[in-house]
């Protein structure tokens, strides 16, 4: 399976946004980028998932660039309650194992 | 809906005893897994269920059992538990799989083995 890399930790403060970097330089053609949020003391919930270019929903938005190796989640204007870790994962059709790393783990300040 | 619950919410157990985490999910899902996750660590993969009447294991099966009751329910058995074994039990479930099939995850079962 395609390995990610991502930053262990990062800092913000309320109202700023944050952007994690997630490294996939093996990531293969049927591949798809998926990122999952979790909380502490809860179970992952997923978050966004794209293919290419940009992708965005209601939390946040996915950049891809043309080769694919690498992402961009970025999360508009943070607040408290983004505290959380962000895992970003490759997944493909067929079975999936999701294969979650350490993850990123986001401390939002006031 | 509840969507996936999962009992117990906690468990302290003694060095070979045995157990069965619950799992059950209402929103008419085919697949079902059972992941763990160790302190500070991603969650890995112990078991899944692609469909009903199917088990197949995943990461790390060795020391566990599963059973698919039905669609709904999907247990994890420790028969002889160990002090590696503790860790935090999640269980999820996903219509599909593949592409486009999120899991949905439960709460978590912090289990603890002395």
């Known amino acids: 399976l395609a390995k990610t890399t991502q930053p262990i930790s990062m800092d913000s403060y309320e109202g700023q946004e944050v952007n994690i970097t997630c490294s996939h330089n093996n990531i293969a053609t049927n591949d798809y980028i998926t990122w999952y949020q979790q909380f502490p003391s809860q179970g992952p919930r997923f978050i966004i998932q794209g293919y290419k270019t940009k992708v965005t929903n209601e939390v946040a938005s996915l950049f891809i660039p043309a080769d694919r190796k690498s992402s961009t989640l970025s999360l508009p204007r943070v607040s408290l309650s983004d505290t959380a870790v962000y895992y970003c994962l490759l997944l493909n059709t067929g079975f999936q194992k999701l294969v979650f790393g350490t993850g990123t783990r986001l401390l939002v300040s006031p | 809906n509840a969507g996936v619950t999962q009992t117990p919410k906690f468990q302290v157990l003694k060095t070979g005893q045995s157990m069965t985490l619950q799992c059950a999910q209402d929103?008419?899902?085919?697949?079902m897994y059972w992941y763990r996750q160790d302190p500070g660590m991603g969650l890995r993969l112990i078991y899944y269920s692609a469909s009903e009447g199917t088990t197949d294991k995943g990461e790390v099966p060795n020391g566990y059992n599963v059973s698919r009751l039905n669609k709904r329910e999907f247990s994890l058995r420790l028969e002889s538990a160990a002090p590696s074994q503790t860790s935090v039990y999640f269980c999820?479930?996903?219509?599909?799989?593949?592409?486009?099939?999120?899991?949905?995850f439960g709460p978590g079962t912090r289990l603890t083995v002395t």
């Open positions: 929103m008419n899902h085919n697949s």
């Open positions: 999820a479930s996903s219509e599909g799989q593949g592409v486009g099939y999120e899991q949905y």
